[in-house]
C-alpha cells in the first residue's frame, strides 16, 4: 500500500506561482513512478509531470514544460511540482500519484494510488 497526501493549492493571480508538495508513505521503491495529474471541471483527468521514485529523469506534459517542475526529496519522502508563470486553464484539481510499475506513464490508469486532491485556482 502507498499513501499519499497533497497540500499547497490555493488561488493565485494570472503569472503567479505555487508549490504543490505530496508526502508519501507506504511501500514505494526505487523504479516506482509517482505523478502529478489534473482534473478540471467536465474534463478528463490529464498527465502534468512525473518521474521514478529515486532513479533521474522527470517527463512533463507539453502544457506544462518550462513553466512547472517536479521534484523529490527522499529524504522527506515528498514529492513537489512548482508551479511558474500560471494561467487561468491550470485551474484544476491537482492530484498526486503512485504506481507500482517501472516507468512514468501518461495515462491515468496505469496509477493505483492517489492523494485526495487539492485545488488550484488561477484567477485573471
Known amino acids: 500500500q502507498v499513501q499519499l497526501v497533497e497540500s499547497g493549492g490555493g488561488l493565485v493571480q494570472d503569472g503567479g506561482s505555487l508549490r504543490l508538495s505530496c508526502v508519501v508513505s507506504?511501500?514505494?521503491?526505487?523504479?516506482?513512478?509517482v505523478a502529478w495529474f489534473r482534473q478540471a471541471p467536465e474534463k478528463e483527468r490529464e498527465f502534468v509531470a512525473g518521474?521514478?521514485?529515486?532513479?533521474?529523469?522527470?517527463s512533463y506534459a507539453d502544457s506544462a514544460k518550462g513553466r512547472f517542475t517536479i521534484s523529490r526529496d527522499n529524504a522527506k519522502n515528498t514529492v513537489a511540482l512548482q508551479m511558474n508563470s500560471l494561467k487561468t486553464e491550470d485551474t484544476a484539481v491537482y492530484f498526486c500519484?503512485?504506481?507500482?510499475?517501472?516507468?512514468?506513464?501518461?495515462?491515468?490508469?496505469?496509477?493505483?494510488?492517489w492523494g485526495q486532491g487539492t485545488q488550484v485556482t488561477v484567477s485573471s
Open positions: 518521474m521514478r521514485w529515486s532513479i533521474s529523469g522527470t
Open positions: 507506504g511501500s514505494i521503491f526505487g523504479s516506482n513512478p
Open positions: 500519484a503512485a504506481s507500482k510499475g517501472l516507468s512514468v506513464a501518461t495515462a491515468a490508469s496505469r496509477y493505483t494510488y
